[in-house]
């Protein structure tokens, strides 16, 4: 019988996601991977070769995600890093940067890990993803709660799915497809900003986000943290 390990990512075709994927396919895992776009799952597929599979999924669909994991075979973990929002100042009063980057990002996240919950083995280690601006927020307060609201969840979940561990990871700004898919008008203020805020004086990369990931994943003493991935953003 094989011991090959099976972990499930949603958001496996790009940035932090696919970064992890890598990582667990290179020492012999399988990664059952998911995304909204078909030319991105095959074309990231076509690249990790029999080490990956995956489905497309909208993680905003409850139905969507329960197909993704209707024939799923058991999973060793979970990583939901699958998100795509707008954020904005509560003064705009707008449902986009508010109700709707809830559903995009929180509940989301909620409803994967309710779906996965029957695939999940006994020991299974389950990483949501929330962002450094819950505890330091840069405008955008609804994005500030989200992300709050992410980090309580993994230690509500922690406690309700024992032993199953549920951590948080919780990045600064990271040079991902997020960044890079963004004009330079845009994105290289942003990156210069960062460097004047955190104490590494750059973005983090996909591979550190997906090295934080990895240990939460795999040190069987973590549940209910959150590991602050930032440069020391958080500390300042
Ligand atoms: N990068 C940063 O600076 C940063 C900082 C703090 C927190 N974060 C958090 O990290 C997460 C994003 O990670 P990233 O930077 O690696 O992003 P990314 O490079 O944009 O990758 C996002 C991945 O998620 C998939 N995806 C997006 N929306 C989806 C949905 N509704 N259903 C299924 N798949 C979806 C994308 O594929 P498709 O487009 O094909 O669906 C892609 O595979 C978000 O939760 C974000 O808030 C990022």
């Known amino acids: 019988m094989s011991n090959t390990r099976t972990y499930a990512i949603i958001g496996g075709t790009a940035g932090i996601g696919l970064a992890l994927t890598r990582k667990l396919t290179a020492r ?10 078909p030319d991105r799952l095959e074309s990231t597929l076509a690249a990790l070769g029999s080490s990956a599979s995956g489905r497309t999924v909208d993680m905003t669909d409850r139905s969507s995600t329960r197909a993704f994991f209707a024939d799923a075979p058991e ?6 890093p699958a998100a795509s929002y707008q954020t904005g100042a509560f003064r ?18 909620y409803w994967a ?7 999940l083995s006994a020991d299974a280690s389950v990483v ?15 994005y500030a ?5 992410l980090e309580g969840l993994a230690r509500g979940l922690a406690l309700e799915l024992s032993p199953i ?12 497809d997020l960044w890079r898919d963004r004009p330079a008008e845009i994105r290289e203020p942003a990156y210069a900003y960062w460097r004047e805020l955190c104490l590494v004086r750059r973005p983090a990369t996909v591979e550190e986000q997906a090295h934080a990931a990895l240990f939460l994943l795999d ?13 020391g953003y958080t500390l300042r």
């Open 165 to 176: 561990r549920v951590n948080c990871l919780s990045p600064g700004t990271t040079d991902s």
């Open 92 to 109: 705009e009063g707008a449902r986009e940067t508010s109700e709707d980057l809830f559903d995009a990002k929180f509940w989301s996240q």
């Open 28 to 37: 012999g895992d399988h990664v059952l991977i998911g995304g909204r776009s």
């Open 113 to 119: 890990v309710h779906a996965a919950l029957p695939r």
């Open 75 to 80: 999973l060793s973990g979970l990583f939901t």
């Open 145 to 149: 709660a989200c992300n709050s609201a």
């Open 128 to 142: 949501l993803m929330s962002g450094a601006a819950s505890i330091r927020p840069i405008g955008a307060p609804a």
């Open 219 to 231: 040190n069987t003493n973590m549940t209910g943290n959150t590991l602050f991935c930032d440069g």
